[in-house]
């Protein structure tokens, strides 16, 4: 067993076997060069260690499960929080940052330090946080963390250094934004509320101060009651009472009056000149019925009193308030009431906050409001409320990745230069009209193009059955085009089909995409076992759809009963074979129909991707788990569990669908050891034919589980229970799981007509355990593996988990095939010349090479049929075959052969033939090795192998995980070089040089591994790669050193130097009668010196790396040095304005010192010694 092990492998290197014979060379003809040996390849390797380093690029996407929104009015940047601990910020487009809390806490508020430059985030953990925004990575400066009391609301006045923090408790306290200690200053909660008053107020929801005078702080608590209290006097103003539970205030801009929304629906406005009662209750929604009383109403949560300078009537702006439903409540609403005219614009999400954007950054000012910010559960708009209509404007950001779950993701990165202006030219005619004609409002930051930028394209596939394509060139996202391809089937009725069970939720879900950029054809698997190719042109058509059914199953005339065949139970006769015959695609049982149905009608295609072949499984539903579409030969293959099919998409035929078993032929790798019949109990038929059966219904479950845990919206793990289930050799991509070592039951498999039959074997890989791994479509708990697990740990609560009922599963598991690969290859073994080949790999990790005869002419291409010679083992890995790739002998890259685009749609010279152009990167000799030959690169879960060919010899082998298994694996192109890239389940990402399979790289890049980001997770070249990293958002990585030195360059500035615009001046006579607010010093109230120190006990201060003042330096360049010279500027200004203010208080005391020395002296002029 060793030997046939050793031989097949290709250990020995040296052997003769290993080398072409010379007289099959001459008998085939021999060619200029001689057969490559291992001593005839020196490949220069040039990628080393220093070559790479991981780190996060940029995140693409809506931000998941948001929490709060900060808007700069001066800065024109807005910041978004989450659940889960992340800001978003973001400008103009191409500026858009990530940045995430460590401590992993909800971001519950933020506020923008407007036009410094830096913002502040209040989370869940009761942490106050400084980040730095004048540098490119925001980065936190100080941090403050409260112990004894949560934070439920913070407020920072505009050019102020001091922040209010409102807690639970009903308290306020005060913090130096600078230092970031908590100031002496405190009010507490019984000092604002009446002696009098027996029930505690409920906690801080909203503190701000007097748009009139700054020395003036209103309080809301929860309660209903709302305090304004006098920062100078230390005591309370005046205090309101309401029966409803208050959300949010709202100041008029003039200081005289405010609005509070509460939990019934209604808006109360207060007057400060008698604060007893309001002046107006209203309820926007609530009607008054026929008893007299009011409709009960939802709760506003939040209000906003803008005032206009084109209009005498206030807007006010508000969520919520709609009365309640009898059926159980509407869709979320957004309020705008302007004057008489009230609209209502309803959301398709929850709302989690909204932000009026003004002019002006003071609140004593009109406010003058031009747009309303809301931020929804799953959604993000800007509303235009300079135009009586309310239109939207068009975002510029891609917040739609999760329009429909994203099931599937396809990088490419160095495409064509002029597939994406023709893609965009044809998006362009899918976009939506009806957008506002003004800027996008969010224009904050600075972003230029990074001077290393090339064409990147990214595909997503949607469980609608929608595909989108990305603009990602410079760590931007845009869309660029949309492809429906559900408009393919016709809608399914109630009820009707056999998939409905299954399938009714979303029977179109993109199950993989595999796209060819240079001759633009497109083939796109959903997950209802369909494939669809598609072809782009830039004219309209009117053509039918081609449809092939193809039947890739076992049949029950496969099972042996051991009653018929006791003596010999494993044979059976050849004639029993029984998957479909490519002269017979629709011979399967009537049952047997496609779960959708393909449009039999010519249809009308738009410009772009058109469809142009389907191709069907017909039942029962066996996901697809591997896919290869080659434009040169014409040739598209696909295979599931149970074998693989080719089909020529030219002629519309399907060449070749086999079981997997079928494709040894003879040359079957595994033992196949007899097992006794089984006495006393029913046929092996029919016992056989019952597990398959509930292998197949319950495997119909196990599609909705596998499929609703990718792409529900949630932030726990992505049904781990389900997911748990995997082991290293199922298939990744689909649910379906196929074991490398589980027993079938005794089922004759027919072999080729003409071909010796040895003994049927166990299906047992050599020198494994017989239930090692072993896999089957029932529900089995098992974790994923990580670093810590051991091998045999894990085959242990594998083994422990299994249920007797999954036994007769298990036998019935097949071989599934994993990944498949066109390319210019040898067929044989020591074969001259090399021709057009289909490379698969199996989750047993064999290796297969099927040899493609193609007429060369293109008259004869369709006409003659393509034909497809006997495949033959090529090697044998651990775990599932993943990936193949292709190097010369000089360890370059070897490309697939490909048809240069022409439009099928095109007009045509009648005068000139059409004919198709072929780029083909057929491996010839070498001119300076003087040999034939190329390298195969094969990776399985476990291993990877590079392969000489044609000779079949193992150069280089390297076992890349012993503790976990491989998820994902792709030879990519970093640095002018090639390496092969692996992400791991244990969340390692590693690179391998080519073709020596060297370690370069291994870092610890993800803590846990969810399934999300396994299914998601991709390669590219440039060494880049990008993941799923929630269900809405898009994560995209560097392994490159040399993009992650460029990457300061490539993304955007959040902070721009701008002038604080000016305060309005009042006039004269208004400031005069009006009563001006007497200046407040904040630092005289609240600095140490007259309020004294917190107690240490109550916060405890964090510093950061740096100081503000050491932030405001942080902007360099001649723009910073010239901001900074202004305010530097501004500031000497503001001194001499004082000390002359201070010179003429000293020169008016002492104008009075003299008066009154002057009186004194008068008073005793005259008298005598002894009487003063």
Known sequence: ???????????????????????????????????????????????????????????????????????????????????????????????????????????????????????????????????????????????????????????????????????????????????????????????????????????????????????????????????????????????????????????????????????????????????????????????????????????????????????????????????????????????????????????????????????????????????????????????????????????????????????????????????????????????????????????????????????????????????????????????????????????????????TEVLDEDPYAVQMVSWCPHSRLFCVVGISAHVILYRFSKHDANTQIASLEVRLQFDSDDAVSPSENENNPCFSDPSSHSPLQPGSPGSATPDSVPGLRVKSRALRMPPGYQAELVVQLVCPPQQITSLDINSAYGLLAFGNCNGVAVVDYLQKTILMCVSTLDLYGAADPYQRLTRSPRRNRQSTSDFCMRGLSHFYSDSKKRIRTSYQSLTELSDNQVSIDMERTKSPTSDHVNGHCTSPTSQPCSMGKPRIPGVPEGPRLTRRGPGRPPFRKAQSAACMEISLPVSSHTEESRENSFSRSRSSSVSSIDRDTKEAVTTLQFGESYGRKGEPLPSACLWVGTSLGVVLLLPISIPAEDEDRMEEPVTIGPSSTVLMLKGSVLRFAFLDCGGALIQSPYEVWRDPNGPEDPDRTRRRKLVNFSPWPSHEAGVDGHMAVVCSEKQAKVMLMPSQTVLFAHNVTESSFILRADVVSVCSSVCLACFCANGHVMTLSLPSLRPLMDINYLPLTDMRIARTFVFTNGGQALYLSSPTEIQRITYSQEMADNLQDMLGELFTPIETPEAQNKGFLKGFFGGNAQPFDREELFGEAAAGKASRSLAQHIPGPMGLENMKAAAGGVVGDLARARIALDQRGERLGELEERTALMMNSAEIFSTHAHQVMLKHKDKKWYQL
């Open 1 to 499: 067993m060793k030997k046939f092990r050793k031989v097949l492998d290709g250990l020995s290197s040296s052997s003769p076997g290993g080398v072409a014979s010379p007289s099959c060379g001459s008998a085939a003809g021999t060619p200029t060069a001689h057969a490559p040996t291992p001593l005839d390849i020196h490949v220069q390797e040039t990628l080393v260690s220093e070559n790479f380093h991981l780190c996060k690029t940029v995140r693409h996407g809506f931000p998941y499960q948001p929490t709060c929104l900060a808007f700069d009015p001066v800065q024109k940047i807005l910041a978004i929080g989450s659940r889960t601990g992340g800001i978003r910020i973001l400008g103009r487009p191409g500026v858009d940052c990530y940045s995430q809390h460590e401590s992993g806490a909800a971001v519950l508020q933020l506020q923008f330090l407007i036009n410094e430059g830096a913002l502040v985030t209040a989370c869940a953990d009761d942490t106050l946080h400084l980040w730095n925004l004048r540098q490119r990575r925001p980065a936190i400066l100080h941090s403050l963390k409260f112990n004894r009391e949560r934070i439920t609301f913070c407020h920072l006045p505009f050019q102020s250094k001091w922040l209010y923090v409102g807690t639970e408790r009903g308290n306020t306290h005060i913090v130096n934004i600078e230092s970031f200690v908590l100031s002496g200053y405190v009010i507490m909660w019984n000092k604002a509320i009446e002696l009098a008053t027996k029930t505690h107020p409920g906690p801080v929801v909203h503190l701000s101060d007097s748009p009139k005078d700054e020395g003036k702080l209103l309080i809301g608590f929860e309660s209903g009651t709302v305090v304004q209290w006098d920062l100078r006097a230390k005591k309370v103003d005046f205090r309101i009472y309401y029966d409803e539970a208050i959300h949010s205030v709202s100041w008029h801009h003039e200081g005289k009056q405010f609005m509070c929304s509460h939990s019934d629906g209604s808006l109360t406005v207060w007057n400060l000149r008698n604060t007893s009662r309001p002046i107006q209750v209203t309820y926007p929604h609530g009607k008054i019925l026929k008893d007299g009383r009011k409709e009960s109403c939802k709760p506003i949560l939040k209000v906003e009193y803008k005032t206009s300078r084109n209009s005498s009537e206030p807007f006010i702006i508000f969520s919520g308030g709609l009365s309640y439903d009898k059926a159980g409540g509407r869709r979320p609403t957004l309020t705008i009431m302007h004057g008489k005219a009230i609209t209502v614009l309803e959301m398709d999400h929850p709302i989690v906050e909204f932000l009026v954007l003004c002019d002006t950054p003071y609140s004593n000012e009109v406010q003058d409001p031009y747009a309303v910010v809301v931020l929804l559960e799953k959604d993000f708009i800007v509303v235009d409320l300079t135009q009586s209509n309310f239109p939207i404007f068009e975002n510029p950001y891609p917040m739609d990745i999760h329009e429909s779950p994203v099931t599937c993701t396809a990088y490419f990165a160095q495409c064509p230069p002029d597939i994406i202006p023709i893609l965009y030219s044809i998006g362009a005619k899918q976009k939506k009209t009806g957008y506002s004609h003004k800027e996008w409002p969010v224009s904050g930051g600075t972003w230029t193009l990074g001077s290393q930028t090339y064409p990147e394209i990214i595909v997503t596939g949607h469980a609608d059955g929608t595909v989108k394509f990305w603009d990602a060139s410079a760590i931007t996202l845009q869309m660029l085009y949309k492809l429906k391809t559900s408009k393919v089937f016709e809608k399914p009725k109630a009820g009707e089909g056999r998939t």
